[in-house]
């Protein structure tokens, strides 16, 4: 029987090739899942920002238009909940800042359209903020 050193040698090639193969698995299995985690990101980070433009149109409609139909309040209240669902799968502060969001709407949503202004800057304080916490997840993807 050959002795271990002439197995190895016999068979470097074959073992430096089983190395490479399980590396190589390894790192694109790690690749690819780190690819898909950030497209999961920017595809809801998108989703976010429509949203959020959709939300902010419902605020102006209520506090500016006095529009019953397009500023009602149900209206904001599913694009918040949708947002919120969104905020769920981003990083950083990102869920904060929609939980926040969602806290301002319930405190301030009755102010909308009644001539005060300070509703409306709550609101669309607390839009800029997860806007801006959304582009800087979006910045910071690798």
Request: charged letters at 25%.
């Given at each position: 029987m050959a002795s271990l050193r002439e197995q190895l040698r016999n068979n470097t090639v074959a073992l430096f090739s089983f190395i490479v193969a399980v590396?190589?698995?390894?790192?694109?299995?790690?690749?690819?899942?780190?690819?898909?985690?950030?497209?999961?990101?920017?595809?809801?980070?998108?989703?976010?920002?429509?949203?959020?433009?959709?939300?902010?149109?419902?605020?102006?409609?209520?506090?500016y238009d006095h529009d019953k139909n397009n500023g009602n309040?149900?209206?904001?209240?599913?694009?918040?909940?949708?947002?919120?669902?969104?905020?769920?799968?981003?990083?950083?502060?990102?869920?904060?800042?929609?939980?926040?969001?969602?806290?301002?709407?319930?405190?301030?949503?009755?102010?909308?359209?009644k001539g005060d202004e300070v509703a409306v800057d709550r609101i669309d304080d607390a839009i800029t903020q997860l806007r801006n916490s959304t582009r800087h997840a979006l910045h910071s993807l690798r």
């Open positions: 590396s190589s698995l390894g790192y694109n299995t790690w690749r690819n899942e780190h690819t898909e985690h950030n497209r999961t990101i920017r595809a809801a980070a998108f989703e976010m920002f429509t949203k959020l433009a959709d939300f902010e149109r419902v605020v102006f409609l209520a506090q309040p149900r209206i904001g209240w599913t694009d918040v909940i949708v947002i919120q669902d969104l905020a769920e799968v981003m990083p950083d502060d990102v869920p904060d800042r929609a939980r926040n969001l969602q806290n301002v709407w319930r405190e301030n949503w009755e102010g909308l359209g």
